[in-house]
């Protein structure tokens, strides 16, 4: 019975790291440490380059970072006492992903409001069809947009799911440029396509 559940557990140790890392190459993790300062953990499932960067809500960013170590996880308490009351959005870059902490400071405390994982897009096009999978980790509501310029000739809304998949097929279109715009309360991707 011991044996069974010493088993039991070295697989839950095993599966617990292995479905977090799952869900993307990173993931951010923020909390408040007193003082106007705050620990962040940033979790990297391989050896990838990393961003990071701090955005106060005049979209100005007061601070940013490289990380190019090979280590797999990066701990630190950042000391936010230099940045005065307001709300601000910690952003993690890998690759085609993000992973977003918004903060605000309120009279030398930090409080943590809300953390997003985003990745980008997958685009693909056959000639005037155009074809797109997004996993949507904030489960957000997401709208599709096609302009001619500046006039929107297509809307559609996506309800909240996690696997969203959206294809257009724009053989109707006259030739001519096109973007397609897929956006949601925070991100807006934009893409290019030339109809024929």
Do not use: C
């Amino acid at each position: 019975m011991k044996t069974m559940k010493t088993t039991i557990m070295a697989i839950a140790v095993f599966l617990v790291p292995a479905f977090a890392y799952a869900s993307g190459n990173v993931s951010l993790n923020m909390k408040s440490a007193g003082n106007e300062s705050a620990f962040v953990e940033i979790l990297k499932s391989s050896e990838t380059e990393v961003e990071v960067d701090v955005i106060n809500d005049r979209n100005e960013v007061v601070f940013y970072k490289k990380l190019t170590d090979p280590i797999a996880n990066y701990q630190r308490k950042y000391d936010f006492s230099g940045l005065e009351d307001g709300k601000y959005r910690l952003s993690v870059y890998s690759g085609n992903e993000t992973n977003e902490a918004w903060f605000k400071i309120e009279r030398g405390e930090v409080y943590v409001e809300d953390t997003r994982k985003i990745r980008e897009p997958h685009i693909k096009t056959e000639g005037n069809m155009w074809m797109m999978s997004f996993l949507n980790f904030p489960m957000e509501a997401m709208d599709l947009y096609v302009y001619d310029g500046t006039f929107q000739m297509y809307h559609k809304k996506i309800e909240p799911e996690f696997a969203v998949h959206e294809g257009l097929d724009l053989s109707n279109l006259i030739p001519g440029e096109y973007q397609i715009v897929f956006a949601n309360e925070y991100n807006n991707y934009t893409y290019e396509i030339t109809v024929n």
